[in-house]
């Protein structure tokens, strides 16, 4: 193959991005209404029947679920704060270093059962219920006959869902968005009918066992209140009953500016009379955030509420855009736009494919993102902050054994880097507090991060059994988080203040944690599972614990890896430094391959119980991890894909996040094809009418690891540097074009492709680089300075 290239300098370059600008303004100058087609929408014939078909929204902090009804509107709402609260005695259960000991001497007489229970009984709180909770609803009452051409839909482009039909023959519109600058969500209802709009707005929230969780009353100013506290009476502590009776306190706040007609004022609610326009301003704020969050609201209300609808909705575009502009994607083909998502979904249950909705699937990951993490709120959670429930499934919290970190594959590659930030502000409160556990329950210095945990970042260990939840990676994966982003940026005083302080406090706790196994002198970490998931052991008995599983070990090793890289990387040199390389260089590979040529998943080749289990644990170090390449691994490597086959043909990859994880891992054996099958079957089985991820029932990392699963397949930089362009380029998938994703280095990556070969590449740099850019198995070498592009052309233009 041979290749050109082309580097932009100087006045030169200048002028290059001058020309591109140019283009690019008069292509967004001729847009007009009959290009709103080529934006980004989801759209329906009918209003949602379930929580499952209705459309989000989000500001980071508040969300918003769209239900789009012609007589009783339903607009759920959330509050990523939402909460019981943090209860004193919900400490660190009894377990200490002696029982350590016990569940270890336990394990090395192959009494695993007997561990198991031993590391529940003494180590874990058990079944915990406390969840996220729904901030409540916004009702509207139109009682509209008569309807004809309805429409529901959710622009990507805009962060905006609108509602449009005909009642009586006159038409209604519904519009809504979830501002970030104005911290509020706005909605705007306008009739041309000669009568205006007639409507009862109420707020509401669930009860909690019977219980009113909220009280609902009317300013005398005409602002309609919802004031509650957060409590959960169905509460669980130790498996154990356990009512929580006080929380996070809110308040709702709900006015309404108008045109034509009157506002009607009731003891709980307000009434539209014959209004021409409505435009209904929602602000709310919590006791986590505020201490004076009544206050809080008036502030937010007097600055939102002086702004008309169109300021609003241009500034919030403007601040939206900022993130969701940042790339693009398409895919060419035939397009089915002028269907419904529904009947396009119901299409691929029967077979079609549909290039035009995976690419929106695509994007609306990116924007579910933008949605539920923002500088300054909370993390995304399992269910992002979008939640009806007052007790929602797995709590909506925070689990640590895949699913809050997939949530954040997306987010360096897809160009989204920033919106890490709740996910590092959260894991410094878990870092925090997790020396008080690492040091009360196992004796260790450094944190302890367990596999589940919730807004109030506790530490100890949660579930009823040892295969669940008594697992000890999740803090070394949490950890990769923080260097890879240091990776894609390469920014030192990031590493230095914020990666490096954790990883060393992780590395400390595994550090004292690992044992020598006597039977072949590794270091292990014992007791270790493989999450969620068991094996038969000698009697039979399904059990977890293990010496040294497969995760546990890749995990350990990577921390550790990565610590001394941070630590080269800043030229920091100490006694804890050199005690970790020496105990790296000791601890049994995390990768073993079996007599079947699968990488086993404990530390011998037991039975499994699940052969087909959802979780691919003993693959980490493969993805998200990047130890294993085909260039300097290819036995391993192959194993790897054994060891998936295996797991399929044996009914793996059951949930929707499971599935996601499959199309990464086929990207990673640079199988597009593979990856393709995933995509299809997380269509077919895993996918809502609202596009939502389905585990069943909805969780959203399914959504983020489906976005992160395409841009590897599109884009490859986890090899050290080396670059790999369309590694995964499926058949299906003949044309189309990426911009703005992003490579570690500091590399900012465009390409398109026709007739499944690249047509060029371009690659803009932030840093000084020298990289490797590998394309249908030739490479070439390249040096890019900062601020400089790369142009990539390979001569290959036909198969």
């Known amino acids: 193959m041979s290749i050109q290239k082309t580097v932009f300098k100087g006045q030169i370059r200048r002028c290059y991005f001058m020309c591109v600008g140019i283009i690019f303004a008069f292509m967004f100058v001729g847009c007009t209404a009959q290009d709103v087609k080529n934006e980004d929408i989801l759209w329906y014939r009918s209003p949602a029947k379930s929580w499952n078909e209705a459309l989000p929204l989000g500001n980071g902090k508040l969300g918003a679920m769209v239900f789009g009804k012609t007589s009783a509107e339903?607009?759920?709402?959330?509050?990523?704060?939402?909460?019981?609260?943090?209860?004193?005695?919900?400490?660190?259960?009894?377990?200490?270093?002696?029982?350590?000991?016990?569940?270890?001497?336990?394990?090395?007489?192959?009494?695993?059962?007997?561990?198991?229970?031993?590391?529940?009984?003494?180590?874990?709180?058990?079944?915990?219920?406390?969840?996220?909770?729904?901030?409540?609803?916004l009702f509207i009452d139109f009682d509209h006959?008569?309807?004809?051409?309805?429409?529901?839909?959710?622009?990507?482009?805009?962060?905006?869902?609108?509602?449009?039909?005909?009642?009586?023959?006159?038409?209604?519109?519904?519009?809504?968005?979830?501002?970030?600058?104005?911290?509020?969500?706005?909605?705007?209802?306008?009739?041309?009918?000669?009568?205006?709009?007639?409507?009862?707005?109420?707020?509401?929230?669930?009860?909690?066992?019977?219980?009113?969780?909220?009280?609902?009353?009317?300013?005398?100013?005409?602002?309609?209140?919802?004031?509650?506290?957060?409590?959960?009476?169905?509460?669980?502590?130790?498996?154990?009953?356990?009512p929580i009776l006080e929380g996070v306190k809110f308040e709702t706040m709900l006015k309404v500016n108008h045109q034509g007609g009157n506002i009607e004022q009731g003891k709980d609610y307000l009434k539209l009379d014959h209004v021409k326009e409505a435009t209904i301003y929602i602000v709310s704020n919590s006791s986590y955030y505020f201490d004076s969050y009544q206050d809080q609201n008036k502030l937010d209300m007097k600055a939102v509420?002086?702004?008309?609808?169109?300021?609003?909705?241009?500034?919030?575009?403007?601040?939206?855009?900022?993130?969701?502009?940042?790339?693009?994607?398409?895919?060419?083909?035939?397009?089915?736009?002028?269907?419904?998502?529904?009947?396009?979904?119901?299409?691929?249950?029967?077979?079609?494919?549909?290039?035009?909705?995976?690419?929106?699937?695509?994007?609306?990951?990116?924007?579910?993102?933008?949605?539920?993490?923002?500088?300054?709120?909370?993390?995304?959670?399992?269910?992002?902050?979008?939640?009806?429930?007052?007790?929602?499934?797995?709590?909506?919290?925070?689990?640590?054994?895949?699913?809050?970190?997939?949530?954040?594959?997306?987010?360096?590659?897809?160009?989204?880097?920033?919106?890490?930030?709740?996910?590092?502000?959260?894991?410094?409160?878990?870092?925090?507090?997790?020396?008080?556990?690492?040091?009360?329950n196992?004796?260790?210095?450094?944190?302890?991060?367990?596999?589940?945990?919730?807004?109030?970042?506790?530490?100890?260990?949660?579930?009823?059994?040892?295969?669940?939840?008594?697992?000890?990676?999740?803090?070394?994966?949490?950890?990769?988080?923080?260097?890879?982003?240091?990776?894609?940026?390469?920014?030192?005083?990031?590493?230095?203040?914020?990666?490096?302080?954790?990883?060393?406090?992780?590395?400390?706790?595994?550090?004292d944690w690992i044992i020598e196994d006597p039977r072949d002198g590794?270091?292990?970490?014992?007791?270790?599972?493989?999450?969620?998931?068991?094996?038969?052991?000698?009697?039979?008995?399904?059990?977890?614990?293990?010496?040294?599983?497969?995760?546990?070990?890749?995990?350990?090793?990577?921390v550790f890896n990565n610590y001394i890289k941070a630590c080269d990387v800043l030229n920091i040199n100490h006694e804890f430094l050199e005690k970790v390389k020496q105990q790296k260089s000791k601890l049994r590979p995390g990768f073993v391959i079996g007599d079947d040529g699968r990488v086993l998943e404990w530390d011998r080749p037991y039975k499994e119980l699940e052969p087909g289990h959802r979780h691919m644990s003993h693959l980490y170090g493969f993805h998200p991890g990047n130890q294993i390449t085909k260039a300097n691994n290819p036995e391993i490597f192959k194993a790897v894909r054994n060891t998936l086959d295996y797991r399929l043909e044996n009914g793996g990859a059951g949930p929707g996040w499971s599935r996601a994880w499959l199309i990464n891992c086929s990207a990673r054996l640079l199988d597009g094809n593979m990856a393709h099958e995933h995509i299809q079957l997380l269509l077919k089985r895993s996918t809502d009418n609202n596009l939502f991820n389905s585990h069943p029932p909805f969780q959203i990392d399914g959504n983020f690891g489906y976005t992160a699963g395409v841009s590897e397949m599109l884009l490859q930089s986890h090899e050290e540097g080396i670059i790999r362009l369309l590694p995964a380029l499926p058949d299906s998938?003949?044309?189309?074009?990426?911009?703005?994703?992003?490579?570690?280095?500091?590399?900012?990556?465009?390409?398109?492709?026709?007739?499944?070969?690249?047509?060029?590449?371009?690659?803009?740099?932030?840093?000084?680089?020298?990289?490797?850019?590998?394309?249908?198995?030739?490479?070439?070498?390249?040096e890019i300075k900062s601020g400089d592009v790369y142009i990539f052309e390979p001569s290959i233009k036909e198969n």
Not at 197 to 213: F, I, V
Not at 735 to 755: C, E, F, P, Q, Y
Request: negative net charge.
């Open 305 to 440: 509420a002086s702004k008309s609808f169109d300021k609003l909705l241009k500034e919030h575009i403007e601040d939206y855009q900022k993130w969701y502009s940042r790339l693009d994607f398409q895919l060419t083909g035939v397009k089915k736009d002028s269907l419904p998502i529904d009947e396009r979904l119901d299409r691929v249950k029967k077979g079609a494919i549909d290039l035009g909705l995976e690419e929106l699937l695509y994007k609306y990951g990116r924007y579910l993102l933008i949605s539920s993490s923002r500088v300054g709120t909370n993390p995304a959670n399992l269910q992002g902050l979008w939640n009806d429930n007052i007790e929602a499934p797995w709590n909506g919290d925070y689990h640590l054994n895949i699913n809050l970190q997939m949530n954040y594959w997306l987010a360096d590659v897809a160009n989204l880097g920033e919106l890490n930030n709740p996910l590092f502000d959260y894991i410094d409160r878990l870092v925090e507090n997790g020396k008080k556990t690492a040091s009360k």
């Open 74 to 137: 339903r607009i759920q709402l959330n509050d990523d704060s939402m909460w019981p609260g943090d209860m004193e005695d919900w400490t660190e259960p009894e377990g200490t270093q002696e029982d350590l000991e016990k569940i270890r001497a336990l394990l090395f007489e192959g009494k695993q059962s007997e561990a198991d229970q031993l590391f529940v009984d003494k180590f874990s709180r058990k079944t915990i219920v406390r969840s996220h909770q729904t901030m409540g609803d």
């Open 522 to 558: 590794y270091l292990i970490s014992a007791p270790s599972t493989s999450p969620e998931n068991r094996y038969l052991n000698e009697a039979g008995e399904p059990v977890a614990s293990c010496l040294g599983s497969a995760m546990d070990q890749q995990v350990i090793y990577e």
């Open 145 to 242: 006959q008569d309807i004809s051409d309805y429409r529901r839909e959710l622009n990507l482009n805009k962060a905006l869902a609108t509602v449009s039909y005909k009642s009586g023959g006159s038409l209604v519109t519904e519009q809504v968005f979830t501002s970030h600058p104005h911290k509020a969500i706005i909605i705007k209802l306008t009739s041309d009918a000669p009568e205006g709009l007639n409507a009862r707005l109420t707020l509401s929230r669930p009860q909690d066992m019977g219980y009113d969780t909220a009280k609902v009353s009317v300013s005398d100013d005409s602002l309609l209140l919802m004031q509650g506290e957060v409590t959960q009476r169905a509460g669980k502590f130790n498996s154990e009953p356990y």
């Open 733 to 782: 998938w003949e044309r189309g074009h990426i911009k703005g994703l992003k490579a570690r280095g500091g590399l900012t990556v465009d390409m398109s492709w026709s007739n499944n070969l690249l047509d060029y590449a371009t690659i803009r740099s932030a840093r000084d680089n020298k990289i490797t850019l590998m394309y249908q198995g030739e490479a070439v070498n390249i």
């Open 442 to 511: 196992f004796g260790c210095r450094g944190s302890f991060i367990p596999h589940a945990t919730d807004l109030w970042a506790t530490t100890w260990l949660r579930a009823p059994t040892a295969y669940w939840g008594c697992s000890i990676g999740g803090g070394g994966w949490l950890m990769q988080h923080y260097w890879q982003h240091y990776e894609f940026t390469q920014d030192k005083m990031f590493l230095k203040e914020r990666a490096l302080p954790a990883i060393e406090e992780v590395a400390k706790f595994y550090s």
